[in-house]
């Protein structure tokens, strides 16, 4: 069975910075692709960022290119999200994601339609 989960969520001053740290337990592959969706009150989930085990290949989302990093963590399938100069409207739970698919590529954040692993969700309150 395959377990998700996300922490170090928060609150945070904007312009503030916070890390995110997932890590997928009981997937045993290495050439897949694992990363982050974030959803907020009332709008749809979208995508944020993703990196794929199998060519180191990272993709952003616009709102956050500049401001987040992705980065492998040590072990097999973990994964951190650094986010810095944090705006109000990143304000969301962010979802960490993977599957046994390679799927971060040109239409990554499409992917969210058919991946198998999603954790609980850390929440992420960007407010003065």
């Known amino acids: 069975e395959v377990q998700v989960v996300e922490s170090g969520g928060g609150l945070v001053s904007p312009g503030g910075s916070l890390t995110l740290s997932c890590a997928a337990a009981?997937?045993?592959?290495?050439?897949?692709?694992i990363g982050w969706f974030r959803q907020a009150p009332g709008k749809e989930r979208e995508g944020v960022s993703c990196?794929?085990?199998?060519?180191?290949?990272?993709r952003y989302a616009e709102t956050v290119k500049g401001r987040f990093i992705i980065a492998r963590g040590n072990a097999k399938n973990t994964v951190n999200l650094q986010m810095n100069n944090l705006k109000p409207e990143d304000t969301a739970k962010y979802y960490c994601?993977?599957?046994?698919?390679?799927?971060?590529?040109?239409?990554?954040?499409?992917?969210?339609?058919?991946?198998?692993?999603w954790g609980q969700g850390a929440q992420v309150t960007v407010s003065s």
């Open positions: 009981g997937l045993n592959v290495d050439d897949n692709s």
């Open positions: 990196y794929s085990n199998k060519d180191g290949a990272i």
């Open positions: 994601t993977t599957d046994e698919a390679d799927w971060c590529g040109a239409q990554w954040y499409r992917a969210q339609e058919y991946l198998k692993y």
